[in-house]
């Protein structure tokens, strides 16, 4: 076997788990509660796209939007990590988009139906390079931004987040075990709003990464 390098993760075929709702902003600006407790959802590894391929827009919705968010990358796996520990089975992190099909949320949400088609599709989940983790003193405290077509959209701060890092690994595992090369995406901060077809996206973390993808229709 060849060795595997935790700075291309996404070839490892893990697991994406996502927090939804995780800053108030974002929750109220779709009309939703403010968590209690985490949203949580999944995305198949075959929804990873890197920079130099483009975010397909599938032919069932006409609402896809743009969701730019901090992933967590783990280095350490692990079941039931208390939240003391859990700093230390982060590998690094990167940049993610988690792009949603909104108009088919919505009528998952209200038919009470799982929001697969609408999270987990083929490219629903670009992201950035690796940023190893001693890149990131403090990824409570880093500015995120997304433009569409050199507009901002979203900018946010991860101290605004409902849910810490350490909470949400914690949380996590104790219903999903943690492996290393897992990947988790920790929501987004208001200003999500629909792309088009050719659109150029743009995001970063402030002082520490920058990626963009073009926007293309499925075939
Ligand atoms: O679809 C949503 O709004 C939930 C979500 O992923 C987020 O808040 O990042
Ligand atoms: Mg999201």
């Known amino acids: 076997m060849t060795s595997r390098n935790i700075s291309r993760f996404w070839e490892w075929g893990r697991k994406i788990i996502c927090v939804g709702r995780n800053y108030a902003d974002h929750a109220k600006e779709l009309k939703n509660a403010v968590p209690t407790e985490p949203v949580i959802f999944l995305k198949p590894p075959s929804s990873y796209v890197t920079e130099g391929s483009p975010i397909l827009i599938p032919a069932y919705t006409s609402d896809l939007h743009h969701e730019v968010e901090l992933g967590v990358v783990i280095g350490k796996g692990g079941t039931s990590i208390p939240q003391c520990e859990a700093m230390d089975h982060v590998a690094g992190y990167a940049l993610c988009l988690d792009m949603t099909a909104r108009d088919v949320q919505d009528q998952c949400k209200s038919q009470g139906l799982p929001w697969t088609l609408a999270k987990a599709f083929n490219t629903s989940c670009p992201v950035s390079a690796f940023i190893p983790k001693e890149r990131v003193p403090d990824p409570g405290h880093v500015t995120l931004w997304l433009k569409v077509n050199e507009h901002v959209k979203q900018?946010?701060?991860?101290?605004?987040?409902?849910?810490?890092?350490?909470?949400?690994?914690?949380?996590?595992?104790?219903?999903?075990?943690?492996?290393?090369?897992?990947?988790?995406?920790?929501?987004?901060?208001?200003?999500?709003?629909?792309?088009?077809?050719?659109?150029?996206?743009q995001a970063g973390i402030e002082g520490l990464i920058t990626m963009s993808f073009r926007v293309d229709r499925a075939q």
């Open 155 to 201: 900018s946010g701060c991860t101290s605004q987040m409902i849910f810490s890092i350490p909470f949400i690994i914690s949380y996590i595992s104790d219903f999903i075990s943690l492996e290393e090369g897992d990947l988790i995406l920790t929501g987004t901060p208001k200003g999500v709003s629909a792309v088009q077809e050719h659109d150029e996206l």
